[in-house]
C-alpha cells in the first residue's frame, strides 16, 4: 500500500511539475481563476436554491457575466501582445527591460479576487459563518486594484 502511495504521489509531482513547465505562473494563476468562476457558479446556485429563489434568468445573467469576464481578460491578453510587438521595434536601447505581459495578469488577478468575495458573499447566504476579517481582506485587496 505505501508503494502505491509513494507511486501516486510521485506521477502527481511530475503532472504539475510538467504543467508548471508548460503553463508558467501565469497559468496557474488563470486556472485558480476558472477554478474560482466554478466555484461561484456552484455557490451562487447552491444559495439561490437554499433561499429558494433560484432561477434559470438568474443563472443565465451570471453565465453572461462571466462570459463579459473572459472577454475582457483576452482584451486584455491582446493589449498585451500589441505592447509587446511595439515595445519591441523600440530596441533594446530604448527600454531596460523585456516585455512579457502585464495587463492580462492584473486583469485575470483582479477577477479572481472578484470571484472570491462573490463566492465568499455565497456561502454567508448559504447559512455558513465568514470571517469578518477575511470579507474585509477580500474587499481591501479588491479596492486596491482599482474597483
Known amino acids: 500500500m505505501e508503494e502505491r502511495v509513494r507511486h501516486f504521489k510521485g506521477a502527481v509531482a511530475a503532472l504539475l511539475g510538467t504543467l508548471t513547465a508548460l503553463w508558467g505562473w501565469f497559468g496557474w494563476l488563470a486556472l485558480a481563476w476558472m477554478g474560482a468562476m ?30 463579459g469576464c473572459v472577454a475582457a481578460v483576452t482584451a486584455a491578453g ?40 462573490s463566492i465568499l458573499e455565497n456561502v454567508g447566504r448559504m447559512g455558513a459563518p465568514v470571517p469578518g476579517w477575511l470579507k474585509r481582506m477580500v474587499a481591501e485587496m479588491r479596492e486596491g486594484n482599482g474597483k
Open 78 to 117: 491582446v493589449l498585451d501582445l500589441v505592447m509587446g510587438v511595439l515595445l519591441e521595434q523600440v530596441g533594446e536601447e530604448g527600454l531596460p527591460f523585456s516585455y512579457t505581459v502585464l495587463l492580462c495578469p492584473l486583469t485575470v488577478g483582479w477577477y479572481l479576487l472578484t470571484e472570491m468575495g
Open 38 to 67: 466554478a466555484l461561484d457558479i456552484a455557490t451562487g446556485m447552491a444559495a439561490g436554491a437554499r433561499e429558494g429563489k433560484w432561477s434559470s434568468r438568474t443563472a443565465r445573467e451570471g453565465l453572461w457575466h462571466k462570459a
